[in-house]
Nanobody, 127 residues
Framework: QVQLVESGGGSVQAGGSLRLSCAASGYTYSSYLMGWFRQAPGKEREGIATVFTGNGSTVYADSVKGRFTISRDNAKNTLYLQMNSLKPEDTAMYYC????????????????????WGQGTQVTVSS
């Protein structure tokens, strides 16, 4: 079983930066994709960034492209999300997730394909 624990959330003013971390433990050797999602109150969960563990390829949602960077430290089994130029609309609960089922089709940013989830960390951006 895989456990994912996020950290690094908090409150920041618009234009500021935060770095989220996601520590993975348990059986992580079958990881296919690792991604970051967010969910604001009253909105659907949105996939914002993901990395293919095979070769490090990344995909970003248009809403964060150029501002957020996903990275992974294999030695530490930790996933990161560097968030720069934060906007009030980035306010949400942020979740990391792991997909261990490469046979699933569809977008890498689709929440339904991910089978392990963390508990989330809150990010609040004030104007």
């Amino acid at each position: 079983q895989v456990q994912l624990v996020e950290s690094g959330g908090g409150s920041v003013q618009a234009g500021g930066s935060l770095r989220l971390s996601c520590a993975a433990s348990g059986y992580t050797y079958s990881s296919y994709l690792m991604g970051w999602f967010r969910q604001a109150p009253g909105k659907e969960r949105e996939g914002i960034a993901t990395v293919f563990t095979g070769n490090g390829s990344t995909v970003y949602a248009d809403s964060v492209k150029g501002r957020f960077t996903i990275s992974r430290d294999n030695a530490k089994n930790t996933l990161y999300l560097q968030m720069n130029s934060l906007k009030p609309e980035d306010t949400a609960m942020y979740y990391c997730a792991e997909d261990t089922r490469p046979w699933f089709g569809g977008s890498w940013l689709q929440a339904g394909r991910y089978n392990f989830w963390g508990q989330g960390t809150q990010v609040t951006v004030s104007s």
